[in-house]
């Protein structure tokens, strides 16, 4: 009778994973009715860095404009910590991830061509506000940001602008 209810239970946790593999694919009309008839979530869906996994990584850059001319993009990073001491405190990896939440949150926005409300949400706000302070080392007229991503899924590394700010007159702020 043992025998019976572990040959049972094993069977059970076959098909289980069985289903869980090909959960995992979702594609097709199988898994859509796979996810709908099974309760409660019973059947996982491994996503590394949940929900879904990051594919690209977003960077934000600037350039300004000293006598007319602008000069080439720079990226706004705050670097890392020490490795002695990053297991106790890491800034630099909070400012980064800061940065990359108000990087998300402007994507998700989405203004349409022409919509200039996107100018005063708190994303947009902030990241110039991180530009600015990146920038006040240099005596620029005027500075502009860009959100863009990259990505190394493909044989050759994917650069892809996202967003393109307007340009910012920096003369009369001391």
């Known amino acids: 009778m043992s025998d019976l209810r572990f040959a049972a239970l094993a069977a059970i946790f076959v098909l289980w994973w069985a289903i869980s593999a090909v959960n995992q694919l979702r594609t097709g009309a199988l898994t859509v009715r ?3 008839r099974i309760p409660f979530g019973l059947i996982p ?6 929900p ?26 705050f670097g890392f910590a020490s490795p002695s001491s990053r297991w106790l405190i890491n800034r630099q990896l909070v400012q980064n991830k800061a940065v990359t939440d108000l990087v998300g949150t402007l994507q998700r926005m989405r203004p349409e061509p022409g919509d200039r ?13 991180l530009v600015t302070i990146d920038a006040c080392q240099g005596d620029y007229q005027a500075i502009q940001f860009a ?28």
């Open 52 to 77: 879904n996994p990051a594919r690209a990584d977003f960077r934000l850059v600037w350039r300004g404009e000293s006598e007319d001319r602008w000069t080439g993009w720079q990226e706004v990073h």
């Open 34 to 36: 796979l996810r709908r």
């Open 117 to 129: 409300t996107v100018l005063l949400s708190s994303a947009y706000l902030s990241l110039l506000n």
């Open 147 to 174: 959100i863009i991503t990259t990505s190394n899924h493909a044989p050759q590394r994917l650069i892809k602008a996202l967003f393109l700010s307007e340009v910012h007159s920096t003369t009369g702020a001391s």
């Open 45 to 50: 869906i491994w996503t590394f860095f949940a």
